[in-house]
């Protein structure tokens, strides 16, 4: 139980910072009139915009933009292992071909499942 004392501390510290942090800003923060309607307009540099900004967008830029980043991080894994090749046992590199097929599996799913498709 002594060990944990200081975790409980450092966690009560941080609780009550936040807690702190978001009453002051309920206390001082200004109010805002959202009941008029030009603050529920989109606003650009103090003219009014064209696009009222309400529009649908294209799920399939937000699943090529999902694929990417797991495919960049997964090929981020990739240049610590290569840095240290020489210096690896055998048994590393059944563990990399193993991630590398799973991988390449999860890029054919989403080649074949039509997700790297803008159109």
């Known amino acids: 139980m002594e ?8 966690a009560g510290v941080v609780f009550g910072a936040f807690s702190l942090t978001y009453a002051l800003n ?5 109010r805002q009139n959202l009941k008029a309607p030009v603050k529920r307009e989109a606003f650009e540099c103090g003219n009014v915009s064209p696009d009222p900004g309400e529009r649908r967008r294209y799920i399939g830029f937000y699943l090529l933009a999902i694929d990417f980043v797991l495919f960049d ?29 799973i991988l390449i599996a999860g890029f054919i799913y ?7 498709e803008l159109e």
């Open 73 to 101: 991080v997964e090929i981020a894994f990739f240049y610590p292992w290569a840095a240290a090749f020489g210096q690896l046992e055998r048994q590393t590199l059944v563990f990399v071909a193993v991630f590398l097929m």
């Open 110 to 116: 989403a080649w074949k499942s039509g997700a790297l």
């Open 3 to 10: 060990t944990f004392i200081p975790i409980l501390m450092m």
């Open 26 to 30: 309920w206390i001082l923060a200004p």
